[in-house]
């Protein structure tokens, strides 16, 4: 018999490897193409009524009715605003009426932990529906949280944290014809954006399964998840949520749930931590470039995500008894 040199061997593993990628890549597409539509037919329609909302003067009607208790926690009525706008919208679009107005550096700290813990709800909370958890527990959670969490910033931080460098810029008053087209090329850019981006993350996902990566991971980060309530089995669903957001994660959290891999009752634990504290990379980037500090709006949601979840933990087993 021949035996086989190193280098036939190396491409033996090599061909193997290869072959086992493609196979991911052939897997994952059928649920990317999936999850890509089913996100694109909520947040579109979305998108557009908050953009007609916004246009015809509807949501300010609403901030204004709002503002008095905007007072109470340290922030004035346009506050209402931003709130509102990162509740129906995301984080971007908070930040783009933040940057719009005359805020304090301690005004934008208190909106920024607003609206990180209150942002995209009906989209994000779609995406945990599916993932296990009731709408209403969700949404309750996610609005009261953001208020609890306005009124410690606003015992806890100076008084006096300075203003803003931004130049304040005058909001201008676009035609009906030109909010259109403005979000119709917004849109086709987002679609294209979210269809590559869900497609590589379900190949990603698919290749870390492949090769055993999840397990790994798992063991990694089981020890700090077990301190803040999670089984283990949420390792891969919670990075997802904290690195790419419930948004752009919802593939990977969806097909986790779906096949099997982690049970709804942990999806639903795990649901209450990032419902509170996710996407805690790109968001803190974002808010870090307008000049205000991902620690204030890092560590109070983490810390608050925990005692959530370990209250979940002591509600579900006194029910069990």
Same mark, same amino acid.
Not at 58 to 83: C, D, M, Q, R, T
Not at 311 to 319: D, E, T
């Given at each position: 018999m021949k035996k086989v040199g190193k280098s036939q061997l190396d491409s033996l593993n090599h061909s193997l490897i290869f072959r086992r990628i493609a196979g991911c890549i052939k897997n994952a597409m059928p649920s990317a193409i999936k999850t890509s539509l089913w996100f694109l037919k909520i947040t579109i329609p979305i998108s557009l009524t908050v953009t007609l909302l916004y246009h015809f003067g509807?949501?300010? /009607?609403?901030?204004?009715? $709002?503002?008095?208790?905007?007072? #109470?926690?340290? *922030?004035?009525?346009?506050?209402?605003?931003?709130?509102i706008t990162?509740?129906? *919208?995301?984080? %971007?679009?908070a930040i783009a009426v933040i940057t719009s107005l005359?805020?304090?550096?301690?005004? !934008?700290?208190? *909106?920024?932990? !607003?609206?990180? =813990?209150?942002?995209?709800?009906?989209?994000?909370?779609?995406? &945990?529906?599916?993932?296990? @958890?009731? /709408?209403?527990?969700?949404?309750? $959670? +996610?609005?009261?949280? @953001?208020? /609890?969490?306005?009124?410690i910033l606003n015992l806890l931080l100076p008084a006096q944290m300075g203003t803003s460098s931004l130049g304040l810029h005058q909001i201008s008053n676009p035609t009906f014809k030109e909010v259109l087209s403005a979000w119709t090329v917004s849109s086709l850019k987002l679609s294209i954006k979210i269809v590559v981006l869900i497609t590589l993350l379900?190949? #990603? &996902?698919?290749i870390l399964i492949e090769f055993k990566i999840t397990d790994l991971l798992t063991k990694i980060f089981g020890p700090f998840l077990k301190v803040m309530g999670l089984p283990g089995s949420t390792s891969? !669903?919670? !990075?997802?949520?904290?690195? #790419?957001? #419930?948004?752009?994660?919802?593939?990977?959290?969806?097909?986790?749930v779906e096949s099997g891999r982690i049970a709804k009752q942990e999806a639903d634990l795990l649901n209450f931590h990032i419902a509170i504290s996710h996407s805690n990379l790109e968001d803190l980037i974002l %808010?870090?470039? =307008?000049?205000?500090?991902?620690?204030?709006?890092? $560590?109070? +949601?983490?810390?608050?995500?925990?005692?959530v979840v370990w209250? +979940? +933990?002591? /509600?579900?087993?006194?029910?069990e008894r």
């Open positions: 509807i949501l300010n /009607v609403i901030s204004e009715f $709002l503002s008095p208790a905007f007072n #109470l926690i340290g *922030l004035k009525g346009e506050a209402a605003l931003v709130y990162s509740a129906f *919208l995301n984080v %971007y679009s005359n805020f304090t550096l301690r005004e !934008m700290t208190i *909106l920024g932990i !607003m609206s990180l =813990i209150a942002h995209n709800l009906i989209v994000e909370t779609t995406v &945990q529906k599916k993932t296990g @958890s009731k /709408v209403w527990h969700i949404i309750t $959670l +996610r609005i009261i949280s @953001s208020i /609890v969490a306005a009124i379900m190949i #990603l &996902q698919k891969v !669903m919670w !990075m997802a949520a904290n690195l #790419l957001g #419930l948004a752009y994660g919802s593939a990977i959290m969806i097909d986790e %808010y870090a470039a =307008i000049g205000v500090s991902a620690w204030w709006l890092f $560590l109070p +949601r983490l810390g608050m995500a925990i005692i209250g +979940r +933990r002591f /509600v579900i087993s006194y029910k």
